[in-house]
């Protein structure tokens, strides 16, 4: 039999009751319109279409625009209190001046009461440095630090003495003009001024370099004199019969000393010195007076597979501290030969900055008994690399 097929009713909205209940569809945008409630009522005998319409259309009221106040000017014959800002203080150039070579020369030949700081290179400070002058540490980025933050354990400047000097004079070893001051000279003339609390003393910064001044004035400078007991000998010839583990303690920089055991068990000696810290290079030699010196022990034997570059570094932290707070330092091993310089040799890269080349023969120039193995001359050589690779070493 053929399927008639029956098309479905229109369903229309309608006010006239029908059997089935019709599926109200409700939103949030119908609302019943005879209802007094904020919300729509859940009774369906009370809904129906008709009683349902869609929400007014809600416009915001204009917006309404507000005039400024005029602002009441102050008549010509009144003053008006202005608002005035406090420039906080800076260098002041009334304090600061150049002085040339001449000058200088003047000043210290006619003993005027001035106050030196050199404020370049302790390396070269323990070779020259103008007459009476004082080493003030502010060549590095960490002495400089450290001055700043803690000036009166890291320098030797006197507050007492800067304000009753008539006057405080500043080089280093590459002074131009006042734009190309070094951050040395800056951070040094920074924390003099600050320590300038009941006079203003003129600081006088010098023109020219200090290896311009001693050029022109040897006699006004003064280099580093041994006393007998630290003195090397680069002037004596050395007997062949001559006991090198009696070799004298030998002066390398301001601070650094190298010697032999025989100076590290000779308390006098050490007292004399001043030395107040010890680093011991040997296996088997004790630390001598361990209870009135700092020592740093490094157990190392004088032989072809020894290992002291891992030690370098250590070193360094242990002698530069000391140094940097103006203490001294004696590197020893048994004879103050072969270990010991080597210790020294590796300090001296890093703390001036050489190539082992110049370190090792600026050594042996103060203590001509010095000769590390071939062993240790290549691990320096490595150092030096290591250095290099830091941008550390020349």
Same mark, same amino acid.
């Given at each position: @039999?053929?399927?008639?097929?029956? &098309?479905?009713?229109?369903?229309?909205?309608?006010?006239?009751?029908?059997?089935?209940?019709?599926?109200?569809?409700?939103?949030?945008?119908?609302?019943?319109?005879?209802?007094?409630?904020?919300?729509?009522?859940?009774?369906?005998?009370?809904?129906?279409?008709?009683?349902?319409?869609?929400?007014?259309?809600?416009?915001?009221?204009?917006?309404?625009?507000?005039? +400024?106040?005029?602002?009441?000017?102050?008549?010509?014959?009144? @003053?008006?209190?202005?608002?005035?800002?406090?420039?906080?203080?800076?260098?002041?150039?009334?304090? *600061?001046?150049?002085? /040339?070579?001449?000058?200088?020369?003047?000043?210290? =030949?006619?003993?005027?009461?001035?106050?030196?700081?050199?404020?370049?290179?302790?390396?070269?400070?323990?070779?020259?440095?103008?007459?009476?002058?004082?080493?003030?540490?502010?060549?590095?980025?960490?002495?400089?630090?450290?001055?700043?933050?803690?000036?009166?354990?890291?320098?030797?400047?006197?507050?007492?003495?800067?304000?009753?000097?008539?006057?405080?004079?500043?080089?280093?070893?590459?002074?131009?003009? *006042? !734009?190309?001051?070094?951050?040395?000279? =800056?951070?040094?003339?920074?924390?003099?001024?600050?320590?300038?609390?009941?006079?203003?003393?003129?600081? *006088?910064?010098?023109?020219?370099?200090?290896?311009?001044?001693?050029?022109?004035?040897?006699?006004?400078?003064?280099?580093?004199?041994?006393?007998? $007991?630290?003195?090397?000998? @680069?002037?004596?010839?050395?007997?062949?019969?001559?006991?090198?583990?009696?070799?004298?303690?030998?002066?390398?920089? /301001?601070?650094?000393?190298?010697?032999?055991?025989?100076?590290?068990?000779?308390?006098?000696?050490?007292?004399?010195?001043?030395? &107040?810290?010890?680093? $011991?290079?040997? @296996?088997?030699? +004790?630390?001598?007076?361990?209870?009135?010196?700092?020592?740093?022990?490094?157990?190392?034997?004088?032989?072809?597979? !020894? $290992?002291?570059?891992?030690?370098?570094?250590?070193?360094?932290?242990?002698?530069?501290?000391?140094?940097?707070?103006?203490?001294?330092?004696?590197?020893?091993?048994?004879?103050?030969?072969?270990?010991?310089?080597?210790?020294?040799?590796?300090?001296?890269?890093?703390?001036?900055?050489?190539?082992?080349?110049?370190?090792?023969? *600026?050594?042996? =120039?103060?203590?001509?008994?010095?000769?590390? $193995?071939?062993?240790?001359?290549?691990?320096?050589?490595?150092?030096?690399?290591?250095?290099?690779?830091?941008?550390?070493?020349?």
């Amino acid at each position: @039999s053929t399927t008639t097929r029956i &098309r479905p009713t229109t369903l229309l909205l309608t006010d006239v009751a029908i059997d089935r209940p019709i599926p109200y569809l409700r939103t949030c945008f119908s609302y019943p319109l005879t209802s007094s409630s904020r919300f729509i009522s859940i009774d369906d005998k009370d809904l129906s279409p008709a009683k349902f319409s869609s929400l007014p259309v809600i416009t915001s009221p204009p917006t309404k625009r507000f005039r +400024p106040q005029t602002l009441t000017l102050a008549p010509k014959n009144l @003053s008006v209190p202005v608002l005035s800002t406090t420039v906080s203080p800076s260098i002041s150039s009334s304090s *600061f001046y150049f002085i /040339d070579s001449s000058t200088l020369a003047d000043k210290l =030949k006619e003993n005027v009461q001035i106050i030196i700081f050199d404020c370049g290179s302790p390396f070269r400070y323990s070779e020259n440095r103008v007459c009476n002058s004082n080493l003030l540490r502010v060549s590095d980025r960490i002495s400089r630090k450290r001055l700043k933050t803690n000036s009166s354990k890291h320098s030797i400047i006197d507050e007492k003495q800067l304000n009753e000097c008539d006057s405080i004079i500043l080089y280093d070893d590459h002074t131009d003009n *006042f !734009q190309e001051l070094s951050a040395g000279l =800056k951070c040094a003339y920074a924390e003099i001024q600050r320590c300038l609390t009941t006079k203003h003393t003129p600081i *006088f910064i010098l023109k020219c370099s200090f290896n311009q001044f001693f050029s022109l004035y040897p006699d006004l400078c003064e280099s580093y004199v041994s006393s007998k $007991n630290e003195s090397s000998l @680069s002037s004596t010839p050395i007997s062949p019969n001559f006991d090198l583990q009696h070799y004298p303690m030998t002066h390398i920089i /301001d601070g650094l000393f190298i010697g032999s055991e025989s100076n590290a068990r000779n308390l006098e000696e050490l007292s004399s010195t001043q030395i &107040r810290h010890i680093v $011991n290079v040997t @296996s088997h030699v +004790p630390a001598y007076h361990s209870d009135q010196f700092n020592y740093y022990h490094i157990s190392a034997d004088d032989t072809q597979k !020894q $290992n002291l570059l891992n030690h370098f570094d250590q070193a360094y932290k242990f002698i530069h501290k000391a140094i940097e707070n103006n203490e001294k330092v004696l590197v020893h091993c048994v004879a103050g030969i072969s270990r010991s310089p080597a210790i020294v040799i590796s300090f001296l890269m890093r703390y001036a900055q050489m190539n082992m080349k110049d370190a090792y023969e *600026f050594v042996k =120039k103060k203590r001509p008994i010095v000769s590390p $193995n071939i062993n240790f001359m290549g691990q320096l050589l490595q150092y030096e690399t290591k250095l290099r690779e830091q941008n550390i070493c020349i």
